[in-house]
């Protein structure tokens, strides 16, 4: 893959990512019986992130789960390497309770589908909502985010790429070009 630019940095992110806890506050009206559950990798810690900030606005206690989405994907036949599984922690009953969603990047919409399946194994929620901090368009499922952090169209021969410092030592987004 060829670096085409960034599309955001370091400041940006952390102002959109306060900019969308503020948004999940006041759309939930408050945070009563709201669980946030990250999908693996990159949306585990954005929703630890999203987390804090909500904490720290709202000085209640969120709790904080994550899911990996990788046996439930429909195109795991279509991946040309071994797929690596990793844990799902949900530790709380989501009965009845609202699910934020949190990945870093949508494009076809089958990474979300998979999630909403992965995470009705453990329950039946009051509501589910998505949260994403970049938005490519190209859906090939009907999906929509509920929160935005950032629409940026793509093509489908551009790869979109989000580092997180807990994880890749930076924060920042990226535009790859497939070679």
Sequence with gaps: MKF????????????ILKRLANEVIEKNKGCKDLYIVGIHTRGVQLAKRIA???EKFEKVKILVGSLDVTLYRDDLAYIDHQPVIKDSLVTFDIEKRHILLVDDVLNT???????????????RPASVQLLVVIDRGNRELPIQADFVGKKVPTSKSEVVKIFLKEIDDKDEAVIYEKE
């Design 109 to 123: 919409g089958r990474t979300a589908r998979a999630a909403m399946n992965a995470l009705l194994d453990y329950g």
């Design 52 to 54: 804090d900030y909500i």
């Design 4 to 15: 085409k630019k960034k599309i955001i940095d370091e400041k940006e992110l952390e102002r």
